[in-house]
């Protein structure tokens, strides 16, 4: 196991530079950069940029290097915690992101429970009253989840509750909140806000847990030891939950490996409809700009937490299957 | 017979607008002695500022107001602030709100506004507008923050400041403040590193500087340096001060070493000099420590959502019953996705919002007055075509490049486009259509110039296309003099959902006189990048954005002068770096706009200047080169109903109106005392 996971540790050392490579370079492929972007962004509102500043600007970000070495030193400087400079911002990419990172986690976290609260009841139903018309109607309910756009979804829900409940558009709280010392009235507000967001980003998610979850307890439904179990006149809550649930839920353990990134990253297109104070936003305006050491470094982020989530739920997998265990042992 | 107001608006647009053309600005002044009371900045005469202005008539001071501000009073009660007699300069500028055609107002309430990046905060010291001397409202330059200043053979600057004036936190504001800027900072390799700006310069050289004493400064150049003056009131000024008390202890000459290293390290900065930089930005209140002369003065640094500009206790404005400004104590920007300003700015969230809304949305926000208290009012937009097409005559496809010259070409695309329809469809029928020309209220305007080839008449367009020998093939589409189908790509810039939805229409048009045209988005840089290296055939842009345009005002929009035109880009490529780069002007007519061009930068009189105007605007909307499709577009704005000394209807324009700035945000309060809530 501990050689498992050594090598594990080892294989994830080119995989990550491999994507620091291709998050430079991808990051600078389109002609010009940030300083070009801001120029004609500013001229085109009418206002003038003295251009010495920009040369200024550009001498110090190391834009007159050439690109390979300005990949080394931001690999270098990254390797020692520095995760470079914003340029948009004008300050280190680490409080950038870092003033963001609590509201995402809060929104993830109260979404990916909340998808868990709808999907789970909704899959072992389905599962085991299969094309019942409970199992179609809930399942077709999951489906319109996934199918209506979220950005739409929000859209409307944003206005509705503006018109029937006064909630204010967008964001996580009202404006006079912001900025201000957690309180009863703020938390109020907060939970206020955070209906819409979690209800569209939830209802997304839903339907694919649901499939998953309703296909696996079918698998395992139809095998022997259930039949036994019910033969043997073991109670049918009991028949269920004990075994074959706990087999099932094996997808839900691999799937810690995308959730890990996710908490971090949020859910972009949302966030930006809602005008979130997430990370995702911040991500996708980075990209938009050309603002490269601020969207380089968040990817390299969520890249290294995909990593690590992922050789998680591997070992946690092997910790709670021993399946997979004995398998591992069996090929080797 | 116009009314002011009306008159006010047009000058307003019409002067000094892109900063570009700041070096020509003081000639405009020069001649500009027929109204009497403007700055008129001779070589010979020496003139005192102060008093001509009609911002500052000989006032006596007023008894100061007894009453202040709550939480002003507070402060001063608890000791915390000294009373306003001591805040104030000795002789604070007195705003005569009646000839503003506003009235005094009530202390009180907050502003709301929307942003949408953190970038956006710069807006504030925009529409807050204190300067060093500002545009007053006939568009004249008037002393604001200075006391009065003196000009000698327009190369000798003297700068008085008003004695007792201070900083936000209290410490005054003298000399030292322009000194420290221009040796320490200006002059420092390690802080500017391409030396002083170009409005610092005159012929290439830096003023000399001497602060004569306390509270007068004196630049003197070896040449008369026109642009100073203009640079100084723009609506992103030329700033020649800093709080030298503040800033000193992020600067190498002045701070213990040790002390300076361990805040380098502490600020994450990389060296000292950025560590300064980032500190002493002025423009972009972002630096909460950063003390200000403005009406307001950030409190939160970024990153945040929202940030609070709370009232300058020192401002240096009153009114004339003694009231210090602005009576507004607090302005929160918030920070807001683009697109749900116009929805947050409907469901009433914002107090003073232009910014992000833009005419389509005018019908959702009229719809909200019903329901929100807010207000909406059109204000104009003062460019000269709201989009315009630019047919790239330095295309590399020679074939192209031949046909594109052919006016006829041009004409027959102009007058293939129906306006009409165009206005309908996106503008309400509002807007006014015409080429791509002056607004019918600037005072060069003439209505051959609005009707140049700009009629609908696809006959006479195709008529034009088959004398040029574009035949039409058995398709009905035309044909290149090489036998290639006559495909035009016109690029746009991506996110303009306005010239896409237009292009939708002129596509139509062309098809009709056989010519097939296709869309492509792209990123503005990128476009720039392509028209420059004649990558582009036609381009969509904005018209002229001198629409309101007076003779005394640069034509150089008109002529080949700068590479970042999408119709000549290499010829103006070439006027721009004097011969080094780019093609020279081949086109006659061309020419002939350059060469007028020329002659207006060494006109005397603004008669002389009103005669080129007239020539140039009739060989450019003549000669078609540039395609206009309507122009005099509104721009909401949406303000709280309760707002007062706000203008109906203005003239929207970052320079040299700075935006709100020239309407005094200062002065403008609450008819309650609080706003919305």
């Known amino acids: 196991m501990i050689r498992y996971i050594a090598f594990r540790l080892l294989a994830a050392v080119p995989t990550l530079i491999l994507i620091s490579a291709l998050v430079f370079f991808i990051i600078q492929l389109p002609p010009g950069n940030y300083f070009d972007t801001y120029v004609a962004e500013l001229q085109a509102q009418g206002e003038t940029v003295d251009p010495n500043k920009i040369e200024y600007l550009k001498h110090e970000y190391g834009f007159d290097k050439p690109v390979v070495e300005q990949y080394a030193i931001w690999v270098w400087d990254m390797l020692h915690g520095d995760f470079g400079y914003s340029f948009e911002y004008e300050m280190p990419v680490t409080q950038v992101v870092g003033s963001r990172l609590y509201m995402t986690i809060l929104v993830s976290m109260v979404t990916i429970i909340f998808t868990w609260l709808i999907a789970f009841p909704i899959g072992i139903y389905s599962a085991t009253h299969q094309y019942s018309w409970g199992d179609y109607g809930l399942t077709f309910l999951g489906l319109l989840g996934l199918a209506i756009p979220n950005f739409l979804l929000a859209l409307v829900l944003m206005y509705l509750a503006n018109i029937w409940f006064g909630t204010s558009i967008g964001h996580l709280m009202d404006a006079k909140y912001l900025g201000q010392p957690m309180s009863w009235d703020k938390f109020k507000s907060i939970a206020e806000h955070m209906v819409i967001p979690v209800v569209v980003i939830g209802t997304s998610g839903t339907a694919g847990m649901i499939r998953r979850l309703r296909a696996n307890l079918l698998d395992e439904l139809q095998k022997q030891y259930v039949v036994t179990a019910r033969a043997k006149g073991v109670p049918p809550l009991r028949a269920l939950l004990k075994y074959p649930l706990r087999m099932a839920l094996n997808f839900f353990i691999a799937d810690i490996g995308g959730i890990l990134p996710s908490v971090i990253s949020g859910a972009e297109v949302v966030a930006i409809v809602l005008s979130l104070e997430t990370t995702g936003p911040l991500l996708i305006r980075a990209l938009q700009s050309q603002d490269m050491y601020l969207a380089g470094s968040f990817l390299m982020f969520l890249a290294t937490l995909t990593i690590i989530g992922v050789l998680i739920s591997d070992i946690a997998l092997a910790l709670l299957d021993p399946r997979i265990r004995l398998q591992v042992r069996q090929t080797r | ?677």
């Open chain 2, 1 to 677: 017979m116009k009314r002011p107001l009306e008159q006010f608006q047009q000058k307003c647009a019409a002067v000094l607008r892109p900063e570009l053309r700041q070096n020509k600005e003081i000639e405009h002044f020069r001649d500009s002695e027929k109204n009497g009371n403007a700055l008129s900045l001779s070589r010979r005469d020496l003139l005192r500022l102060a008093g001509t202005a009609c911002l500052l008539p000989a006032l006596p001071l007023p008894a100061l107001a007894a009453e202040e501000p709550d939480d002003i009073a507070k402060a001063v009660t608890d000791n915390k602030l000294p009373p306003l007699a001591e805040r104030l300069p000795q002789k604070p500028r007195i705003v005569d709100m009646a000839p503003l055609g506003k009235k005094e107002g009530l202390y009180g309430g907050s502003m709301r506004m929307i942003m949408a990046s953190a970038d956006d905060i710069r807006m504030m010291t925009v529409y807050s507008y204190a300067r060093l001397v500002v545009f007053d409202k006939d568009l004249n330059l008037a002393p604001d923050i200075l006391d009065h200043l003196d000009i000698e053979e327009g190369r000798r600057f003297t700068l008085h400041l008003r004695p007792g004036h201070k900083w936000s936190d209290g410490h005054p504001f003298t000399s030292e403040d322009f000194r420290y800027f221009w040796e320490d900072v200006a002059l420092n390799r390690k802080l500017s590193r391409g030396g002083p700006v170009q409005a610092m310069l005159a012929d290439g050289k830096p003023p000399a500087f001497e602060a004569l004493d306390e509270v007068t400064v004196r630049y003197t150049w070896e040449k008369p340096n026109p642009s100073f003056l203009p640079s100084l009131a723009g609506a992103n000024p030329n700033y020649i001060f800093m709080p030298a008390h503040y800033l000193k202890q992020f600067h190498k000459r002045y701070a213990d070493p040790d002390k300076l290293k361990q805040l380098v390290k502490e600020q994450k900065a990389r060296n000292w000099a950025a560590l300064h930089t980032v500190k002493a930005r002025q423009y972009k209140a972002e630096n909460p420590d950063l003390p200000t002369l403005e009406p307001w003065r950030n409190t939160i640094s970024p990153p945040a959502e929202r940030f609070i500009f709370k009232r300058n206790p020192y401002f240096h404005r009153i009114d004339k019953s003694g009231r210090q400004l602005p009576y507004i104590g607090t302005v929160f920007v918030d920070i807001s996705s683009a697109d749900i300003i116009p929805a947050k700015t409907g469901a009433g969230e914002s107090d003073l919002q232009a910014r992000y809304l833009r005419f389509d949305n005018y019908t959702f926000l009229k719809q909200a007055e019903k329901t929100h208290p807010i207000k909406i009012d059109l204000w104009r937009e003062g460019t000269g075509s709201q989009v315009a097409f630019l047919p790239n005559l330095n295309v590399n496809d020679a074939v192209w490049r031949k046909v594109l010259r052919d006016v006829r070409f041009r004409r027959a695309l102009s007058l293939a486009i129906y306006r009409h329809e165009l206005n309908q469809q996106f503008y309400f029928g509002l807007a006014h259509e015409a080429a791509n020309t002056v607004l019918d209220s600037s005072p060069l305007y003439k209505k051959s110039y609005d009707e140049a080839w700009s009629s609908y008449d696809p006959e006479k367009a195709n008529a034009l296309l088959d004398e040029m020998g574009l035949k039409r093939a058995a398709d009905g589409m035309r044909r290149l003099p090489d036998g290639r189908l006559a495909e035009i790509i016109v690029e746009l810039r991506a996110n303009s959902q306005e010239e896409e939805d237009v292009m939708e229409l002129v596509q139509d048009y062309w098809h009709e006189v056989g010519l097939k045209a296709y869309p492509r988005t792209l990123q503005l840089d990128v476009l720039r990048r392509r028209f420059l290296a004649g990558d582009t055939l036609i381009s969509m842009w904005s018209g002229l954005t001198v629409g309101e345009a007076t003779a005394d005002m640069s034509p150089e929009e008109l002529a080949p002068v700068s590479s970042a035109q999408g119709n000549w880009p290499k010829w103006g490529e070439h006027t721009e770096t004097g011969g080094k780069a780019g093609e020279p002007v081949d086109l006659p007519e061309a020419k002939q706009l350059l060469d007028l061009y020329e002659t207006w930068r060494i006109s005397e009189t603004t008669d002389q200047r009103r005669k080129i105007w007239e020539q140039m605007l009739e060989i450019f909307t003549d000669q078609v080169f540039t395609i206009g499709t309507v122009n005099g577009v509104f721009q909401p704005v949406v303000y709280n109903r309760k707002l007062r000394n706000l203008p109906e209807k203005g003239v929207y324009a970052f320079s040299p109106g700075a935006y709100f700035g020239m309407y005094m945000v200062d002065s403008f309060w609450y008819d309650n005392g609080k706003g919305s809530k």
